[in-house]
């Protein structure tokens, strides 16, 4: 099996001072992906593609060919977030499809270091996703393998839900974790975030924001993501 393994592209996720804005497709016209995304031109660093399966969430969305097109008609990585039941039978398919990123939840791994490494192996980095309840520390044993960790700030499965407040301080405290680690890896944030909440998230430690309703709600999607971006890069320039 072949898979693209485009270092420029992925220059993006590597410039850590650089915060990044995420806007999730499941928000925008899903007859028109690639216009969706092409319309948001510079203004979005990375296209946050949230696969459901149905069982692990109570929605169904994207099969490795809708990620494949995908990824034929943009040149930004695709940060492919795995919310499926067994993500191990699944990964060489969406590495193969273009993934760039490859984000498994926490809540679904059996030998979750076994998983990560797999990722790694099929070419693209390592993301872990853990649910608004489960603990910070479930990543601790696994941060050799990581290359990010998404905070879920709404329970997954649907876009538009609102922000859980408690997840700041989550956000905070894996912040630490990371910090006092040594380990390069990206902290991002995913579920109501907002141009109200999102310099808070990267003042709490937040490296990269997923924005779905911010973003394609939006009556002018391209002019909210700029702005997006604009805000969470000021919080961290002010930090
Ligand atoms: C929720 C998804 C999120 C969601 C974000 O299960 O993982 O990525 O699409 O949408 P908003 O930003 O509207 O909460
Ligand atoms: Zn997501």
Same mark, same amino acid.
């Given at each position: 099996m072949s898979v693209k393994l485009n270092e420029e592209r992925r220059d993006v996720f590597l410039n850590r001072s650089r915060m990044l804005l995420c806007p999730s497709i499941?928000?925008? #016209?899903l007859a028109d992906l690639a216009g969706a995304v092409n319309g948001l031109g510079d203004a979005v660093d990375m296209v946050h593609c949230d696969v459901m #399966? !149905?069982?692990? *969430?109570p929605n169904l969305t994207f099969g490795p060919p809708v990620i494949r097109a995908l990824a034929a008609h943009t040149d930004k990585p695709l940060d492919v977030h795995l919310m499926v039941t067994n993500p191990d039978r699944l990964l060489d398919a969406y590495a193969g499809a273009g993934a760039d990123i490859l984000v498994v939840h926490w809540e679904t791994l059996r030998h979750a270091q076994r998983t990560l490494s797999r990722i790694r192996e099929l070419g693209c980095y390592a993301g872990l996703a853990l649910n608004p309840?489960? +603990?910070?520390?479930?990543a601790k044993w696994l941060l050799p393998d990581l290359d990010m960790i998404l905070l879920m700030s *709404?329970? +997954? !499965?649907?876009? !538009?839900q609102a922000f859980i407040p408690q997840v700041m301080d989550k956000i905070k405290e894996t912040r630490k974790l990371i910090d006092t680690s040594g380990y390069p890896i990206r902290l991002q944030v995913d579920g109501g975030v907002t141009s109200g909440n999102a310099a808070e998230v990267i003042r709490a430690g937040a490296d990269m924001v997923v924005a779905g309703s911010a973003v394609f709600g939006q009556k002018f999607p391209k002019e909210a993501a700029e702005e997006l971006g604009r805000t969470i890069r000021t919080a961290r320039a002010k930090l």
């Open positions: 499941l928000s925008s #016209d #399966d !149905g069982h692990f *969430v309840a489960t +603990p910070v520390e479930s *709404v329970n +997954p !499965g649907f876009s !538009g």
